[in-house]
């Protein structure tokens, strides 16, 4: 069952990537082809309505969308009439081409709204350690401190606290928090010192000496909570995928850490069997993946056609047709090679047992 679902999620990012370009096509005026749930040339079920042949196809792996003019395998043969992608402005163009990853973004935030209604397990914003040679220790702050406000803001986990302490630039800081029921206020002033980012790698950041008790709570919120919770996983999921890409490529990150289908189906169905909300924000974390991950310049991503659509519009000629046909097929080749290596990663972790599908 747990694969069915990891299925049909994945389905349905996809599903919403090209929803993005099919309204944002239509608004525009672009003629609309072809809206397909799955891939294959076998139609479980078709309908046309005006222009456009909606259709089910039995591959049920996402879906995708025929925009008239748009030849991504073979630019050299690209409709350029009103009604086709190529024959509109360059904002547009540029606007369709990015409308896919901007609706997974949109979903993304739904999905952690969402999750920030019902509710979700998060680490509490309990001292478990204080560094005495840190100013935590010097204001007062001792083990099982549970801190509750900084400069006025409710804190509910300790990551919203740690977020606060980070951006604070060492600017004083007022915190309550409670000790014996009875609430104690503090002025604290963050000091720089070294620490470790979420790669492993060396960083100075602003810190006040404590760390975590590891007590996890189930954390709700309110309406605006909710709200200012979505948007900043969203904002913060986006960041974490851009900043994984470029560890990547200047080698921080070895290669071996690039998943391929099998591991996002296997994360999938352990998050479908730890229960909705677990579910709903591995969900929303794929979606801000995909939506990143087209957007990279690379030719035949969303990303590469606005490369080539924002070059277009600066020099006010269209880049050279066999430049852009060698770059797609350049394209192609790397996407095929990291679906390889993607693959190729997944059964290493499956014969070595650190993947169980």
Not at 126 to 138: L, R
Not at 145 to 171: F, H
Not at 250 to 257: F, K, M, N, Q
Request: proline share 3%; net charge neutral.
């Amino acid at each position: 069952m747990g694969i069915i679902v990891s299925i049909l999620v994945l389905s349905f990012l996809i599903f919403f990537h090209e929803l993005g370009h099919f309204l944002a096509a239509r608004i525009f005026g672009v003629k609309v082809l072809a809206f397909s749930i799955g891939f294959g040339k076998q139609r479980l079920w078709k309908k046309t309505i005006g222009d456009t042949e909606y259709s089910i196809r039995p591959i049920f792996l996402g879906g995708f969308v025929e925009l008239k003019g748009q030849k991504d395998f073979d630019p050299k043969n690209r409709d350029y009439s009103p009604d086709s992608l190529y024959g509109i402005s360059h904002i547009k163009r540029i606007i369709i081409l990015a409308a896919g990853s901007l609706f997974n973004l949109l979903l993304a935030f739904l999905l952690f709204l969402c999750v920030a209604f019902i509710g979700h397990n998060d680490l509490a914003p309990v001292v478990g350690n204080v560094d005495k040679d840190k100013i935590a220790y010097k204001a007062g702050i001792i083990d099982n401190d549970e801190i509750i406000e900084v400069n006025g803001k409710k804190i509910k986990t300790w990551w919203q606290l740690s977020k606060i302490v980070e951006d604070s630039n060492g600017e004083n800081l007022e915190i309550v928090f409670l000790r014996d029921n009875k609430e104690y206020v503090v002025n604290i002033m963050p000091q720089i010192g070294d620490s470790k980012n979420i790669f492993g790698e060396d960083i100075k950041r602003a810190l006040i000496g404590i760390s975590a008790k590891g007590e996890i709570r189930t954390i709700s919120y309110n309406f605006l909570e909710s709200i200012e919770y979505a948007y900043f996983k969203t904002i913060q999921s986006s960041k974490l995928i851009v900043q994984g890409i470029e560890r990547l490529i200047i080698g921080v990150l070895p290669t071996s850490e690039i998943g391929g289908i099998v591991s996002i189906v296997t994360i999938t169905k352990q998050a479908s069997e730890s229960g909705i909300v677990m579910l709903l924000a591995f969900a929303a974390m794929l979606s801000v993946n995909l939506g990143i991950l087209n957007l990279l310049p690379i030719p035949a991503l969303d990303g590469g056609h606005i490369v080539f659509t924002t070059y277009e519009m600066i020099v006010r000629k269209p880049a050279s047709i066999n430049a852009i046909y060698y770059l797609t097929i350049c394209g192609w080749v790397i996407l095929l090679s990291l679906m390889i290596l993607g693959m190729y990663n997944d059964i290493t972790k499956l014969l070595n047992g650190s993947l169980v599908f």
